[in-house]
C-alpha cells in the first residue's frame, strides 16, 4: 500500500538554523501531500499542503515541493525560531485510508 | 474560535471500567475521525464516520466503538479499557472524505488507565 517515509530523529538545531526533514513516499497515482506538525501538547495542525507535482506548499516561513521525479516531498525552512520546536508529520491519502502518516520528527530548536 | 473541541483534556479511568471521550465541531465537516496516538508514534486511524456512514478500521478492536448523533458531536467508547489503551485520543473533521481535503485536529484527550 501507500506509505511514507520520513527521517527519523530527533533533529536539534540552533535558532536560526537551516531545516531540512526528508519524506518519501511510495503511492499508486499522485495523490495530494501534507505536512502536518504538533506542538507539545496539543493536537496536529496542517503545516501546508501540495496537491499536485511541482507545487510547491509554504506556510509560516516553510516550504515543501511535491517532487515526482524524486517521490519526495522534503520540509524546509531557511531560519528555525525556538517556537518551531514541535513533531512533524508527513502525510498522504491512500486508497480506503484517509490520511497514511509517516513516523515523525522530533524537532528541537535551542536559544 | 476552537473548531473541534475534545472533552476532558485529562481522562483518568479504572481498568476494565467503560469510558465515553466526546468531541465537537463548529465547522459543519461531514466526516469525522477518531486516532490512538501513543507516545513517540504517529496517529492510528480507529474509524470515522462520512456522515452517518460508519468505517472502521480492521484493526481497530472490538472493545472500541463510536457514535456520531448529529453532524456536530461524535464520540468514542472503550468498553473495557485495558492498559494498553492508554494513549491520546484525537478527533479531526474534514469536509469531505476526497483525498486533497486538509483534516482538523482536536487538541486531544489523554487517556490513563489505573
Known sequence: GDSVTQMEGPVTLSEEAFLTINCTYTATGYPSLFWYVQYPGEGLQLLLKATKADDKGSNKGFEATYRKETTSFHLEKGSVQVSDSAVYFCALPSGNTPLVFGKGTRLSVIA | ?114
Request: hydrophobic fraction near 30%; charge should be neutral; proline fraction near 6%.
Open chain 2, 1 to 114: 474560535d476552537a473548531m473541534v473541541i475534545q472533552n476532558p483534556r485529562y481522562q483518568v479511568t479504572q481498568f476494565g471500567k467503560p469510558v465515553t471521550l466526546s468531541c465537537s465541531q463548529t465547522l459543519n465537516h461531514n466526516v469525522m475521525y477518531w486516532y490512538q496516538q501513543k507516545s513517540s508514534q504517529a496517529p492510528k486511524l480507529l474509524f470515522h464516520y462520512y456522515d452517518k456512514d460508519f468505517n472502521n478500521e480492521a484493526d481497530t478492536p472490538d472493545n472500541f466503538q463510536s457514535r456520531r448523533p448529529n453532524t456536530s458531536f461524535c464520540f468514542l467508547d472503550i468498553r473495557s479499557p485495558g492498559l494498553g489503551d492508554a494513549a491520546m485520543y484525537l478527533c479531526a473533521t474534514s469536509r469531505s472524505a476526497g483525498g486533497n481535503q486538509p483534516q482538523h485536529f482536536g487538541d486531544g484527550t489523554r487517556l490513563s488507565i489505573l
